[in-house]
């Protein structure tokens, strides 16, 4: 077959396969060429999550009708001419390549004007050709509309996922821009409504309040440093307010939303010890780094860079994020405020020793239900448990079944049945009992987290969750993405037993929960927090899915909040509502084991050792 030079549509939709994954890649490249164009407002305007329109409006510089015609050709750019300038990068964008992609696969139409000109151009582009260049009225700036995207290439158009998803990615993209410039006023509209009005802010906590709710700023304290490699400014999170899905993690350098799994594994060792096992912490960390000492130019979204010192940037931003711990009272024996305290260390590129990379260490004897939820994790209140409602029938067989359907072989030898004299509670912590095989351990607060799982689910299922209503309503702020959440998710929270309404353009208002909750403040906000966070995850998924992700943070919340230590009656109980659930070998919210056998064998090997 003879080789043949490709058309340009055509390299330029292969091209925009990388460069324009969906909606939220073109919000991406539109707001960041706003920024680098110099604005101090712009507004972005969705229909159907950006399927058919993503329009950017801003004040920025403009374009001569010249440049405006150019800049949707391939590698058309003002910010680089030479090779040596891949190497000091510090606008967005520099490749040349995002309008090309875009126009090969939507309607693209400009507008823009020069504050010197009296009259802009409009250029419009389909199918990377140029339909039409007219003169129009228009205001200084540029005005960019993207209509049907993908309307030529069906088979990416047919793999978007729903309105829900990609509109929570193009949410992402925007808050990513938010957080970098909070000079610049900031504006969301999704199917004619508001979703973010940010004002300018004058810090960037302000900013990051505006942004994600005025409850967030109780919930991180500053870190910062200054060496000769990187400079470190931003916000870290409370080690209490630590959850299992945190998504508000974010790296910038140089001004860059940047992803770093590695220097993610650095910030969560500096929380060794101070947070829950499966949770992570918030974190907003801005380095400013020598452009020369990062590549920017290593992913087709740039969503990754590469530091020429990694390993000592991974030191660097260890030691900030754990000196901002100590200073905060969260980290024991470190005086940060008496003089002689050694501070972050300046490395020198040049100093010829080694600089040592973290260590992953194993231990050989691991206890499987050693550091877990037992640790403190901001959850104060007092003994919460759900008092989910009883039925004349039993519950289904594949949900959850009564003790009486429990397989007692499954708990302990069959010549007997188990007695509360079988059980004992050590450390109050875990019941033991004696099995076939040896002893069993239960964990008490995993075995609480499943049943009050199976409970619920079985509950729901059956339109029986019992709904209290509060005395006061609780009205907290959460944002305007997580207003929006609740009002597209009320029948669902409805049916999980909770009257949540939105109060207010950037808070909500909690009227009513599930029986058995503590109504304080605290409680529940993290009640809310914990709902918000799960409805985000799940978004566009299936109500079942939705409603089972609800129930695993709830029944998390339940047993921790029950510090209880049962007594051999109980613990009895506990074991046999355990082994009534359809999976009683692993808790639902952190996956680990409820129970472990150690069989005689290990017994006796202990004791052959002393």
Not at 33 to 41: E, L, T, Y
Request: net charge negative.
């Amino acid at each position: 077959m003879k080789i043949e030079i490709l058309p340009a549509n055509v390299a330029n939709m292969i091209a925009a396969g990388e460069v324009v994954q969906g909606p939220s890649s073109v919000v991406k490249e539109m707001m960041e060429n706003s920024a680098d164009a110099g604005a101090s407002s712009i507004t972005v305007i969705l229909s159907d999550a950006g399927r058919t329109l993503i329009r950017v409006l801003d004040d920025g510089c403009g374009m001569s009708p010249e440049d405006a015609v150019k800049c949707f050709e391939r590698h058309a750019t003002s910010k680089i001419s030479r090779p040596e300038d891949l190497e000091s990068i510090l606008t967005y964008g520099f490749r040349g390549e995002a309008l090309a992609s875009i126009a090969a696969v939507a309607e693209v139409s400009l507008k823009t004007r020069r504050r010197e000109d009296e009259t802009g151009v409009c250029v419009e582009y389909a199918d990377s050709k140029l339909v039409s260049v007219t003169e129009t009225a228009c205001p200084a700036g540029t005005d960019f509309s993207v209509m049907n995207l993908f309307y030529n290439v069906p088979a990416r158009r047919k793999f978007l996922k729903s309105d829900a998803s990609e509109f929570r990615k193009v949410l992402s993209e925007f808050n990513r821009i938010a957080l970098t410039h909070p000079e610049l006023s900031l504006r969301l509209v999704h199917n004619d409504k508001d979703v973010q009005d940010l004002p300018p802010a004058s810090s960037l906590k302000i900013r990051v309040a505006d942004l994600l709710g005025k409850d967030i700023s109780r919930e991180i304290v500053e870190a910062s440093a200054d060496t000769s490699v990187v400079n470190i400014r931003g916000f870290i999170g409370r080690p209490e307010d630590s959850r299992k899905t945190q998504p508000n993690q974010y790296f910038f350098v140089n001004g860059r939303f940047f992803r770093s799994p590695y220097l993610h594994k650095a910030v969560m060792k500096a929380y060794e010890g101070l947070i829950a096992p499966g949770t992570s912490p918030s974190y907003f960390l801005y380095l400013t780094i020598d452009p020369h000492n990062v590549d920017v130019n290593i992913h087709p979204s740039k969503a990754e860079v590469k530091f020429e010192e990694e390993q000592v940037v991974f030191q660097i931003v260890y030691a900030c994020v754990k000196e901002s711990l100590g200073k905060n009272s969260f980290v024991q024996s470190i005086d940060f405020d008496v003089e002689g305290v050694p501070e972050i260390p300046v490395f020198n590129p040049r100093d010829p020793s080694p600089v040592k990379a973290p260590q992953v260490r194993v231990n050989p004897d691991y206890n499987p239900f050693e550091n877990d939820g037992f640790q403190d994790n901001g959850y104060d209140s007092p003994k919460n448990t759900y008092d989910f409602p009883k039925t004349g029938s039993d519950f289904p067989a594949r949900t959850y079944n009564p003790a009486s359907a429990v397989d007692y072989g499954r708990l302990f030898d069959d010549r007997q049945a188990l007695s509360a004299d079988d059980t004992m509670v050590v450390g109050e912590k875990y019941i033991i009992y004696k099995v076939k095989e040896g002893i069993r351990i239960v964990d008490i607060v995993r075995a609480r987290e499943r049943i009050m799982y199976s409970r619920m689910i079985q509950s729901i299922a059956m339109g029986e969750i019992l709904s209290q209503s509060l005395l006061y309503p609780v009205e907290i702020e959460v944002g305007r993405h997580a207003v929006s959440l609740v009002g597209e998710h009320s029948g669902i929270l409805s049916e999980a037993g909770f009257d949540i309404r939105p109060a207010g353009d950037t808070s909500i208002a909690v009227y009513g929960m599930p029986s058995g909750f503590s109504s304080d403040r605290q409680s529940v906000s993290d009640i809310a927090a914990g709902l918000i966070a799960s409805l985000d995850e799940t978004a566009g998924e299936l109500r079942s899915s939705i409603i089972s992700d609800m129930a695993v943070r709830l029944a998390h919340i339940s047993a921790m909040s029950d510090r209880s230590v049962p007594n051999k009656s109980e613990a009895r109980s506990l074991i046999e509502q355990l082994m009534g659930c359809e999976d009683s070998s692993t808790s639902p919210y952190s996956g680990k084991r409820c129970n472990a056998t150690v069989s005689l064998s290990d017994i006796d090997k202990i004791i052959t050792k002393w």
